[in-house]
Every structure is written in structure tokens, then in C-alpha cells.
């Protein structure tokens, strides 16, 4: 099993930042591509930000592409996602997620329980 621990939501306003970060444990960490997902109020899990096992390949959403950075550490295995511009559409449950080895698409293999960010209008 891998257990991923999210950190850093809370509460910000509208055009502030926040800075999530996610402690990996449990499996092999600088193999696998990582990816942030999220959940709004009402609505279904969705994709955030993917970076491959290097840190070379990123992909993100396009409602957050130029608002939010990926990145990686591997040497203390984590991965940080950097939000700024925050607007309230970005409120959500943000879900930390591990892929296979070497894989950065489909679907994940293991989830963080998650962790909330707010942002008041």
C-alpha cells in the first residue's frame, strides 16, 4: 500500500494563493507519475494536474493551465501544487493521487483522503 497525505488547504480569498503539498510513504514514490485531483460542492471528482515520474512532463486543466504549478521532489517524495489567482470555482475537496509505475494516465492507483480548500468571494 502507498498512503498519501495531503497539506496546506484552508481558507483564502478570491485572488490569493494557496500551496498544497502531499507526503508520499509506503511504495516506491520516484517512479510514479503523481497527479492532484479535485471535488466541488455537488459535483464529480475531477482532473487538476499530472506530472510524470521526472518532473519533466506536466499537464494540466484547463480552468487552472497559468494559475497552478505542479512539482515534485523526489528525494523527500512529494509533490506540491502551487495555486494562485485563486477564484471561488476553485473551492473544492483537492485529492492527492499516485499512478502505476512509470504511468501517468488512467486511473490512479492510490488516493490521499483528500483535503479542503475554501476561497470566499
Known amino acids: 500500500q502507498m498512503q498519501l497525505v495531503e497539506s496546506g488547504g484552508g481558507l483564502v480569498q478570491a485572488g490569493g494563493s494557496l500551496r498544497l503539498s502531499c507526503a508520499a510513504s509506503?511504495?516506491?514514490?520516484?517512479?510514479?507519475?503523481m497527479g492532484w485531483f479535485r471535488q466541488p460542492p455537488g459535483k464529480e471528482r475531477e482532473f487538476v494536474a499530472t506530472?510524470?515520474?521526472?518532473?519533466?512532463?506536466?499537464r494540466y486543466a484547463d480552468s487552472v493551465k497559468g494559475r497552478f504549478t505542479i512539482a515534485r521532489e523526489n528525494t523527500e517524495n512529494t509533490v506540491s501544487l502551487q495555486m494562485n489567482s485563486l477564484k471561488p470555482e476553485d473551492a473544492a475537496i483537492y485529492y492527492c493521487?499516485?499512478?502505476?509505475?512509470?504511468?501517468?494516465?488512467?486511473?490512479?492507483?492510490?488516493w490521499g483522503l483528500g483535503i479542503q480548500v475554501t476561497v470566499s468571494s
Open positions: 493521487a499516485a499512478y502505476g509505475q512509470y504511468q501517468v494516465t488512467g486511473e490512479p492507483a492510490y
Open positions: 509506503g511504495r516506491i514514490f520516484s517512479s510514479r507519475g
Open positions: 506530472i510524470n515520474w521526472s518532473g519533466a512532463l506536466t
